[in-house]
């Protein structure tokens, strides 16, 4: 359920949500667990970056940016420099904002893996909800590589009984064929209405993505792909807060290069715990 300065949500005349909208706000209502916002403000930050994230996967599924490895990964050398490991790291003098958009207009020059699939929506939909100049100053130093994010982002990942549209949820395909281990699993964006976005998988319902997972398992497997109950998400409520004018001080968060294709973000920070990182 919704609670805005500790009460109940009631919808107020002010604002007149969206289809999509209202959607996430049934879904937010419905849950067992309390989603509680200090103004209706904070509400509707959430509620407009959720919609923007499904919109934005949307219109990445309708570009022309493929499914690859690290190893064959592309983007375009104006706003990205890309990494021997197959990240993108922004270029000195590029907007963040720019660079972003970048990747869904000129889609047909990019090559990335379904978890970096996931980071840009989400950047990509707070960038349609804050502004350029907020999320570029909020973001100043943007490299895309499989769940590494800027810190302000507010990555975190729940084991839950419900999902939100707009959340990142996994599939797991745990008997994956071993000579294409990218298969391992897809991370997919809740779209409602029971679909999903995976990058390389376009948007499949839950029973269409799972379907497409078995495809890919390892002879004479008996074990079915999933849909797992771990959620991933930014934090919204901290990002609502944010005012352009502020004075932020930026850390380089850690980072470890895995080279392993569609990993959940528990599985990146499983990484980021036991691996070297740079």
Not at 63 to 84: H, V
Not at 91 to 104: H, N
Not at 109 to 133: P, R, W
């Amino acid at each position: 359920m919704i609670q805005v300065s500790g009460m109940p949500y009631q919808p107020s005349d002010s604002w007149k949500p969206d289809q999509i909208e209202t959607t996430i706000i049934k879904a937010l209502q419905k849950t067992p667990n309390i989603y509680s916002f200090s103004s209706e403000k904070e509400l509707l930050f959430e509620v407009r970056s959720r919609k923007n994230i499904i919109l934005s996967a949307k219109e990445m599924n309708d570009g022309e940016s493929t499914f690859a490895t690290f190893r064959t990964a592309r983007c375009n050398p104006d706003y990205w420099q890309l990494t021997r490991a197959g990240g993108f790291l922004l270029r000195r003098q590029a907007s963040p904002a720019a660079a972003i958009q970048d990747i869904f207009k000129n889609s047909d020059q990019y090559k990335f893996e379904c978890a970096t699939a996931c980071v840009i929506n989400f950047y990509h939909g707070l960038l349609k909800t804050m502004g350029d100049s907020s999320f570029s100053t909020l973001f100043p130093n943007l490299y895309l590589y499989s769940w590494h994010t800027d810190d302000d982002l507010g990555l975190y990942s729940n084991f839950v009984n419900h999902y939100i549209p707009g959340d990142v949820v996994y599939f797991n395909n745990p008997d994956v064929n071993p000579a294409t281990p990218w298969f391992r699993g897809v991370n997919a964006i809740a779209m409602g209405n029971d679909e999903f976005f995976g990058h390389g998988f376009s948007i499949r319902t839950e029973a269409k993505m799972i379907e497409g997972l078995n495809t890919k398992r390892k002879e004479n497997s008996q074990q079915s792909a999933y849909l797992t109950s771990l959620i991933t998400r930014p934090s919204f409520q901290p990002l609502a807060r944010f005012s352009a004018g502020r004075t932020i001080q930026k850390t380089r968060p850690f980072i470890v290069h895995h080279n392993k294709t569609s990993v959940s973000f528990r599985h990146y920070l499983y990484e980021l715990i036991y691996k070297p990182k740079y």
